[in-house]
């Protein structure tokens, strides 16, 4: 059973960049999406970026599209979320998860397994 751990976030100004960085502790399998969730609208969370481990292929929500850019380290078993242009809408509590799909964020019991979340919060 992979397990994730998360480190980064913080506090920003609105402008600034932010770094994320999940760690799994067993390699992914190829088949395997992980991503980034936040908690949206109605405190259902919602997919905020995520890449799948084999092919790399990402996925972005509109909102961050332009401005964040997922990224794994298949030596390390890491997946990084860099947050540039941030915004004070971005303020929220970012969760690394790993699933076979996208819907892990909306169907928290899809996802295989969670990081403990990492605060990020930014000013205007």
């Known amino acids: 059973q992979v397990q994730l751990g998360e480190s980064g976030g913080g506090l920003a100004q609105a402008g600034d960049s932010l770094r994320l960085s999940c760690a799994a502790s067993?390699?992914?399998?190829?088949?395997?999406?992980l991503g980034w969730c936040r908690q949206g609208f109605g405190n259902k969370r919602e997919l905020v970026a995520a890449?799948?481990?084999?092919?790399?292929?990402?996925y972005y929500a509109d909102s961050v599209k332009g401005r964040f850019t997922i990224s794994k380290d298949s030596a390390k078993n890491t997946v990084d979320l860099q947050m540039n242009s941030l915004q004070p809408e971005d303020t929220n509590v970012y969760y690394c998860?790993?699933?076979?799909?996208?819907?892990?964020?909306?169907?928290?019991?899809?996802?295989?397994?969670w990081g403990q979340g990492t605060q990020v919060t930014v000013s205007s």
């Open positions: 890449i799948r481990w084999g092919s790399g292929r990402t």
């Open positions: 067993g390699r992914p399998y190829s088949s395997h999406v």
């Open positions: 998860a790993v699933g076979s799909g996208l819907d892990y964020c909306q169907y928290p019991l899809r996802g295989f397994a």
